[in-house]
């Protein structure tokens, strides 16, 4: 089995320190006012802190945190459910360049949290799946089906060549 690592681009790990810190003040502040807890704009920002924690770990754990290739399959390496995709289903896999992916906007997903996950789109590719960690090192993964996956190796020209 071959491995691939995945790193963060800055974006992403500023967003992620950014929502990090706003989380560690939200909590801060329930435990300040801990005497406030029963009146109503208090109750709500405990809420949305527990939103806002349950989100910040469902996606670190959902994280790709790498990509790696065997004889049958390709793993994305997440901490818990790792998403496979068989090789027999694969129509096409290729680099994608950074201009290909201009116009490409979020239909339902992360966009910056730990990385770039669910479902995106753009007029050149269509709907696609995204298991990525920066904007950049594209590698594009048609199916048979028509389906389209996104993934971003720290160096995809080795990802094409493991996968020959």
Known sequence: ?????????????ILTLFVAGISVSLFISIFKTGDQLSTSPF???VILNIFILILFISFF????????INESVIIVNRLILPFKINRKEIANCSIVSKDEM???????GNGGLFGYTGYFRNTKFGNMRWFATQRKNYVL???????????TPDIPEDFIEALK
């Not at 089995?1 to 992403?12: E, Q």
């Not at 754990?61 to 790696?68: A, D, E, F, V």
């Not at 201009?102 to 339902?108: A, K, L």
Request: net charge positive; glycine share 8%.
């Open 1 to 13: 089995m071959k491995t691939f690592k995945a790193s963060l681009d800055n974006i992403a790990i």
């Open 43 to 45: 109750s709500v920002i």
């Open 61 to 68: 754990i959902l994280r790709p945190t790498g990509y790696s």
């Open 102 to 108: 201009s116009g490409t906007y979020r239909t339902f």
């Open 141 to 151: 993964i048609e199916k048979s089906n028509g389906k389209k996956i996104v993934i």
